[in-house]
């Protein structure tokens, strides 16, 4: 039976698995050859970023079809692979290696930025070790090689079974100016999630700025189309690059739009979308210079 460890990294505003103004000192991967499977480039860069640092051969493949590409002509020890994706998902990408792979079997780690209860079993179905919620960290990544490639031993309490955040939007009685400009973006926050790297932070931030007029047309879209599919599509999506860029209140509204859809909850898909929607824009429009 596979072994199925979930990693709960809630990434709550004061929940973090990196200090504050600590760089971790990067190890000698150099032997381990890693590939990094997802559709967003905001995660592929910040992965990509971290693994570099530590000297592993890393491969990025932006859809299951080019991952089972790359996987047909290379030997992997580890593929991190998004659950989530247009075209062949996390799952069938994973089954397909598989059945291609009848020597040594790479480490196959889900990637998703909200994993549902029900989707535990589907991963250990599909033939995947364990699931990382998204964005992953160095930390993270230092258990994940240090368990399945380096078999270290491991404290159990890293390796926590993920709980779901609330679906009920956060209230705020009273926000003032200086915290609603930390909730649009807070390079602090950023910080966290590139090792206190703040030239990258930036470009992650910028990364996801660069996409948000595409995810915005594809809101309208679903909303004028009603389309539930297209809208948990959109926000999955901009949940998951959002996490990692330090931009709260996207976060938490692209979100509870996805929530509100996997839980099968009746919404005002209008109200919810426009929130969404002042939440895009506010990054859109955001100052860098506010940052600072």
């Known amino acids: 039976q596979k072994l199925i460890n979930v990693i709960n990294r809630k990434v709550a505003e004061h929940d973090t698995l990196l200090p504050d103004n600590t760089d971790i000192e990067a190890t000698d991967w150099s032997s381990i050859n890693i590939m990094v499977v997802d559709d967003n480039d905001v995660n592929l860069r910040l992965a990509e970023i971290i693994l570099h640092k530590h000297k592993a051969r890393v491969t990025t493949a932006r859809s299951g079809e080019q991952a089972i590409d790359y996987a047909s002509m290379n030997s992997y020890d580890v593929i991190l692979m998004d659950l989530h994706m247009p075209g062949l998902d996390g799952y069938e990408t994973t089954k397909k290696i598989r059945e291609m792979s009848p020597g040594k079997q790479p480490v196959i780690i889900a990637l998703t930025a909200n994993a549902l209860p029900q989707e535990k079993e589907k991963v250990s179905q599909s033939g995947m070790n364990g699931i990382l919620i998204k964005p992953v960290s160095d930390a993270i990544l230092r258990k994940v090689i240090d368990q399945w490639i380096l078999k270290a031993s491991i404290n159990s309490s890293s390796f926590n079974e993920f709980s779901l955040s609330s679906i009920e939007p956060e209230t705020q009685t009273s926000v003032s100016q200086e915290q609603a400009l930390r909730n649009i973006f807070s390079i602090e926050l950023a910080k966290e999630f590139t090792g206190n790297n703040e030239e990258l932070a930036f470009e992650l931030f910028e990364m996801l700025r660069a996409e948000l007029d595409n995810y915005k047309q594809g809101i309208k879209k679903a909303v004028k189309d009603k389309d539930l599919v297209l809208l948990r599509e959109q926000a999955h999506k901009l949940h998951g690059a959002s996490r990692c ?46 940052a600072s």
Request: with cysteine; net charge negative; aromatic share 4%.
């Open 245 to 290: 860029c330090g931009t709260t209140e996207l976060k938490e509204a692209s979100s509870h739009i996805e929530n509100l859809i996997d839980q099968k909850i009746n919404f005002d898909i209008k109200a919810e979308t426009d929130r969404l929607i002042d939440a895009i824009e506010n990054v859109a429009g955001f100052d860098r210079e506010q």
